[in-house]
Structure formats: C-alpha cells, structure tokens
C-alpha cells in the first residue's frame, strides 16, 4: 500500500501569503496524484489532478507540482475562503489512498 | 448539472447489514466508474472502492478494510451505484460519499451518515 504523508498537519496564515503543502508518496507513483479541498462539513472537491492539471472553476492561486514521490500544492495569496483541510490522494496503485490531511486556518 | 445524492445511511447494530445508494443525475452515468470512500467522524478521508463501467466488465476495487463484507454495484438504467455493507462493526461509523470516476473524482455527493452501534 502507498502511504501518503502530509506536511504540515496543520499551518495558521494570513490573507495574501503563499501557502506550501507538501505530500510524500512512500513508493514511486508517477504523476498519479490529486488534490482535493474539504471546508468543513462539505464533500471534498477537487483542485489539482495528475500532479500538476488544473481544475475548470478552480482559482488559478491553486498550482501543483511534482513527480514520483514528492509533490506540493501551492496556494498564491491566500484568501478567507481557503480556510479548509486539503488532502493528497494517489490512484497509482490499489488500494487507492489519501494523506491525512492538512488543515488551514486563516488568521 | 451534474449531481451525486447519497441515501440509505442509519444507526444500525453490530453485525448487521445496510445498503447505501449513490444516484446520479445530469450525465450518461452508465460512462462513468463510481467510487465509495468514507469519513470517520473527526478523521480523513478513506477510499473504500469502485466499480468501473460497464465498458470495462463492470469490475470493482475494495480496500483491504472492507473486502469480504462489502460490495459495490450499479444498475445503469436507473443511474445509480450501491454499496452493500454486511457483517458492520463499529469502526465502520462514518460519513460515506460517492464520487464520479477511477482516478480523480470530480464530482461528489453530500454524504450519508452510517453509525454502528449497539
């Protein structure tokens, strides 16, 4: 099983900041990574597929990128509504798995 | 206006059995694979498997955590993907979402709140 870790757990910013959210793959998955952004009691909803590909509808600010076991997804002046947990999820191999996640909080 | 509607969550026993169903609305859904994850309460997010279109067999994917006691299936002409859950345990207390694809998801439902307990 792939294992998905986050880093931070957990980050407190304030509006404008860029935000860096890092995911590391314990195995090597290709570009076969995703992000999702889940404010609370709401479904998730997807920001970035394959590592990299933007969403229709999703702010530009949300950027991905990397490869193999190391990817990071970038929010560029952050704003309120970014408040929220975003999760990693890989679909290399089964079974498919997320990160823990890593939560926002705006200052 | 593409829509995913969870139903079918309930408090049940220990052991016992439940069908939740994932209706789907605005797209040919019979395209599409359908997902199932779950969330605990508090926790993240849990992939708990698929089934592809029926282009590609109709096959499903579960995770190690729920093989054996759940199934997912669909029936196309009414649009809509299930996901048995037999011989239920406690910790299988969640909020269960459906998704829309294999590899990334990009339509969900609202969730369905399952709670195991006697």
């Known amino acids: 099983e792939v294992v998905l870790t986050q880093s931070p757990d957990f980050q407190s910013v304030t509006p404008k900041e860029k935000v860096t959210i890092t995911c590391r793959a314990s195995?090597?998955?290709?570009?076969?990574l995703h992000w999702y952004q889940q404010k609370p009691d709401q479904s998730p909803k997807l920001l970035i597929k394959?590592?990299?590909q933007s969403i229709s509808g999703v702010p530009s600010r949300f950027s991905g990128s990397g490869s193999g076991t190391d990817f990071t997804l970038t929010i560029n002046s952050l704003e309120a509504e970014d408040a929220a947990a975003y999760y990693c999820?890989?679909?290399?191999?089964?079974?498919?798995?997320f990160g823990q996640g890593t939560r926002l909080e705006i200052k | 206006e593409v829509q995913l509607v969870e139903s079918g969550g309930d408090l049940v026993q220990p052991g016992r059995s439940l069908r939740l169903s994932c209706t789907v609305s605005g797209v040919t859904f019979g395209d599409y694979a359908m997902s199932w994850f779950r969330q605990a309460p508090g926790k993240g997010l849990e992939w708990v498997g698929l089934i592809r279109s029926n282009i590609y067999g109709g096959t499903t994917q579960y995770a190690a955590s729920v093989r054996g006691r759940f199934t997912i299936s669909r029936d196309d002409s009414k649009s809509i993907a299930y996901l048995q859950m037999n011989s239920l345990k406690i910790e299988d207390t969640a909020v269960y979402y459906c998704g829309r694809g294999s590899a990334f998801f990009d339509y969900w439902g609202q969730g369905t709140l399952v709670t195991v307990s006697s």
């Open positions: 394959y590592a990299s």
């Open positions: 195995q090597t998955i290709g570009y076969n």
């Open positions: 999820h890989q679909s290399n191999s089964f079974p498919q798995t």
